[in-house]
């Protein structure tokens, strides 16, 4: 087995998942405007380290990613913030895109921007203590949408990037992440998504990235967040579940789902029945970010030296997600 396999493997072992805290200053500002709390680099480092230092991290959290400004951050006790999260038994991972900017050519459209200089700043994050990255391509789904340089060009920069990754000893996280807004179907969901994934794929294998050394964090299958006909959650775990099998290739250890705008819940139960009827050979997991921390930032922004109450939400949602990914999570286990 592979070191950057066994890496993989061990950040989304025994039902654990993935924290997305990787939030840039503009989406973390945003965040925290939500809830009236001024962001300033301290703030958005107590709510960060309030999450990564509750004792939920060791048992359900098995990589967090962060972003450039908090990996290079000190804690309340003087440590560096990934010395804190491999204390509590997880590994620290790392965004290493620059952003979405508009794609030309396709003005409606994004191109996921940070390649150049990546290789340098790859070994800084390794001598930081990075186990593994992320980047995130992204697409809108319309008539004409995503479009074939879309799915191109993004699929080309995702490749790239996880060589690059893979040549600095650490795991790729590769996010192609096919939004849920408008009002398209399910069924066009379905086919952009495993267009998106398909030709993810195909860039790795040019590149000759190691399959068996990277987490794919894909969309599930839903119908637009202004779709009139919306599905049930057993239909989304079915056309999810199909989807994967059919574009993934076998050797990818693992699959960690980005919630991307379904509520807390929703996010949960929906991969609690991905896990009930996995029928592929995938650990299918949680990266998440809004549906693993919306409900302890609300708390948090009422008193935010109230550590042990926010982490006392964080942990309960962590649990619950670490038993969705192994389909053992009830509704009844939420009260
Ligand atoms: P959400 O779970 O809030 O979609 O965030 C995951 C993520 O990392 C998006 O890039």
Redesign the pocket.
């Known amino acids: 087995m592979s070191e950057l396999n066994n890496i993989a493997l061990k950040i989304l072992e025994k039902g654990k998942g993935?924290l997305?805290a990787?939030?840039s200053t503009g989406t973390m500002t945003k965040r925290l405007d939500g809830v009236n709390v001024p962001s300033t680099p301290q703030n958005r480092l107590l709510f960060r380290e309030t999450l990564f230092s509750a004792s939920g991290m060791t048992k359900y959290i098995g990589g967090v990613?962060l972003y450039d400004e908090t990996i290079k951050q000190q804690t309340s006790k003087k440590n560096l913030i990934p010395e804190l999260i491999l204390n509590m038994g997880s590994y620290p991972g790392i965004?290493v895109d620059t952003g979405a900017k508009v794609l030309a050519g396709s003005p409606d459209e994004k191109i996921t921007e940070g390649l150049d200089g990546l290789r340098e700043r790859l070994k800084e994050y390794y001598k930081l203590g990075a186990k593994f990255t992320?980047w995130?391509g992204?697409y809108n789904i319309s008539k004409s949408y995503p479009s074939k340089l879309s799915v191109q060009s993004n699929a080309h920069a995702l490749a790239r990037y996880s060589a690059l990754v893979q040549e600095c000893g650490m795991v790729p996280i590769v996010?192609p992440?096919v939004l849920m807004d408008g009002d398209h179907s399910a069924k066009d969901c379905f086919s952009k998504t495993s267009e998106v994934i398909k030709k993810c794929f195909e860039e790795l294998i040019l590149h000759k990235v190691d399959l068996t050394g990277i987490i794919l964090?894909p969309?599930m299958i839903l119908a637009g967040n202004k779709s009139k006909d919306k599905i049930s959650n057993e239909e989304v775990a079915k056309l999810t579940l199909e989807c994967l099998k059919n574009s993934v290739p076998s050797e990818v250890p693992g699959i960690a789902?980005?919630?991307?705008?379904?509520s807390e819940i929703e996010?949960t139960e929906n991969l609690n029945l991905i896990n009930k009827n996995n029928n592929t050979s995938f650990i299918m997991s949680?990266?998440?970010?809004?549906?693993?921390?919306q409900g302890a930032l609300k708390f948090w922004s009422k008193d935010i030296q109230n550590i042990e109450g926010t982490q006392k939400i964080f942990n309960h949602r962590a649990k619950m997600n670490t038993l969705a990914a192994q389909g053992k999570w009830s509704k009844n286990l939420e009260n």
């Open positions: 993935i997305a990787d939030e990613i965004k992320k995130r992204v996010e992440e964090k969309n789902f980005l919630s991307g705008g379904q996010a949680f990266s998440y970010g809004r549906a693993l921390q």
